[in-house]
């Protein structure tokens, strides 16, 4: 082992956003270790690492606590579409917070650095627009998505006071939807919803009116901004957003999917459900000012690559001469 090597933690290893942030952190000769429980993540989104020297998988409920010697933590586990949220809801708000007490238990232990993959969701139904870090949200503490909300608030919460009372060196960022290759196809959300379905000739399922908005950030320029705040200075902890900052409807997103596929796909209205927020944009300029970050792949350029990739899949389906 090189002696400027470093041993890093990817919780949530095998999900989404987790095995494209392994792959990063891999190939620039860190030792990585991925843990995973495989709920909503799997073996093939890391598969092609496994045969590396410096990639090790562990399997492992982070409800659990674990003894491990690392000098990085990125704390990405957690179920993060709607249906895998709200499937086991005491499950979901147990892996935010019990993880994060054992996380941090360990970062405090050994001393490592960590970063929590918080979201946009703390900010709610959000009552100011776009959103900026000092907005203290407008959520339902008792609501189906409460499991989650609260859940990663809570853990912001932990960091927080871990790092006032033990000196934890932490990095809270709050990711605003991102999207890319590797999201589970039948997960809910609406990126991987309307290309399965334009793929395939079905109805696309846009709730309520359409007119909802939501900001999509290209999985690529996430993970250069996850990395530059874990490598970043420890005078800057946030809470920062990490998104981009360009905003859609629901409805523009279908028919622009309808578009780029050539989709025989005819839309169709289904009910809104229960506390949809109705806007969502983030206000990126600290991590402009701070991280020098900024998203460079427009919705556009990141949907046809997305698309590539679940042509590739199974979806393109043959039965739907509907
Ligand atoms: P994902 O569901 O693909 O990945 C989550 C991973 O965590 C999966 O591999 C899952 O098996 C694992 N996991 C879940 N519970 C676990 C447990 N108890 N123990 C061990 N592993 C467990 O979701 P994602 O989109 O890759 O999201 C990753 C993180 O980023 C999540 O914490 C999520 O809240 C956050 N986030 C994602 C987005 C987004 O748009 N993708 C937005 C905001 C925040
Ligand atoms: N959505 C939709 N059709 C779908 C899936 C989602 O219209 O098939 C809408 C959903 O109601 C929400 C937006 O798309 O307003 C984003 O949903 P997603 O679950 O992707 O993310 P989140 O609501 O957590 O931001």
């Known amino acids: 082992m090189k002696h400027t090597q470093k041993r890093i933690l990817v919780t949530g290893g095998a999900g989404f956003l987790g095995s494209h942030l392994c792959d990063r952190l891999v190939a620039a000769g860190n030792d990585v270790l991925c843990l995973d429980n495989f709920f909503t993540g799997s073996k093939e989104n890391i598969a092609h690492l496994i045969v590396k020297p410096n990639f090790e998988l562990i399997r492992h409920d982070l409800v659990e606590p674990i003894l491990l010697e690392v000098d ?35 970062a405090k232990r050994v001393e490592a650095k960590i970063l929590q993959a918080s979201t946009s969701e703390v900010y709610g139904d959000p009552a100011i627009h776009p959103q900026t870090e000092s ?22 919460t932990l960091f927080f006071d871990y790092y006032r009372q033990n000196r ?20 809910g959300r609406v ?12 109805d696309i399922t846009v709730y309520g009116d359409g007119s909802q908005t939501r900001s999509f950030c290209y999985v690529d320029d996430l993970i250069e901004g996850l990395i530059r705040m874990m490598d970043g200075s420890d005078d800057f902890v946030g809470p920062v957003n990490l998104g981009n900052p360009g905003e859609f409807s629901m409805l523009e997103l279908a028919e622009m999917i309808i578009k780029m596929t050539g989709s025989r796909s005819k839309i169709i209205f289904e009910a809104l459900p229960q506390d949809d927020p109705l806007q969502r944009q983030p206000d990126i300029a600290l991590a402009k000012e701070r991280l020098g970050w900024e998203p460079k792949i427009k919705l556009e350029e990141g949907l046809m690559r997305t698309i590539e990739h679940f042509k590739n899949g199974v979806y393109e389906s043959k039965t739907n001469d509907q």
């Open 72 to 106: 990085e933590i990125y704390n990405m586990a957690c179920p993060a579409s709607p249906i895998h949220y709200q499937y086991n809801p005491v499950k979901t708000t147990k892996t935010s917070v019990m993880g994060a007490i054992n996380m941090l238990g360990l």
């Open 135 to 156: 907005y203290w949200g407008n959520v339902n503490t008792i609501g189906p998505r409460s499991c989650y909300d609260e859940g990663k608030r809570c853990a912001e």
């Open 168 to 187: 934890v060196n932490i990095r809270v960022v709050r990711i605003f939807n991102t999207y890319g290759p590797r999201m589970h196809p039948n997960d």
């Open 191 to 202: 990126v991987s919803n309307f290309v399965v379905q334009s793929l395939s000739n079905l």
